[in-house]
């Protein structure tokens, strides 16, 4: 399966952004979804997840207060709301599903990948 990730751009500390992940196709509705950041010369790093069905989220420590994850099963979209952005935001940030919620929340065995989409946080 291949996801799309969208919605990224420069913006200035304190502001917000909206990221969307799709794919085309029934199977990303049965998928768990996640997003993960990478910024420049650092490893990949977790942001937030989300069952199935939208009913569970999951969001990392560093981000907790300021993001939500969301789901729109109708829309096969799945949402990133970005409030407060900080300059250490920045990286490319990337959707990925797998049928398995606990393999997006440890960054293991990840089966579907989509390309990244840029965030950059001024200060």
């Known amino acids: 399966v291949q996801l799309q990730a969208s919605g990224g751009g420069l913006v200035k500390a304190g502001n917000s952004l909206r990221l969307s992940c799709t794919a085309s196709?029934?199977?990303?509705?049965?998928?768990?979804v996640g997003w993960f950041r990478q910024a420049p010369g650092k490893g990949r790093e977790f942001v937030a997840a989300i069952t199935w069905d939208g009913s569970t989220p999951f969001l990392s420590d560093s981000v907790k207060d300021r993001f939500t994850i969301s789901r729109d099963v109708a829309k096969n979209m799945v949402y990133l709301q970005m409030d407060n952005l900080k300059p250490e935001d920045t990286g490319e940030y990337y959707c990925?599903?797998?049928?398995?919620?606990?393999?997006?929340?440890?960054?293991?065995?990840?089966?579907?990948w989509g390309k990244g989409t840029q965030v950059t946080v001024s200060s």
């Open positions: 196709g029934r199977t990303f509705s049965t998928l768990a």
């Open positions: 990925a599903g797998d049928w398995a919620i606990g393999a997006l929340r440890s960054g293991s065995g990840i089966r579907n």
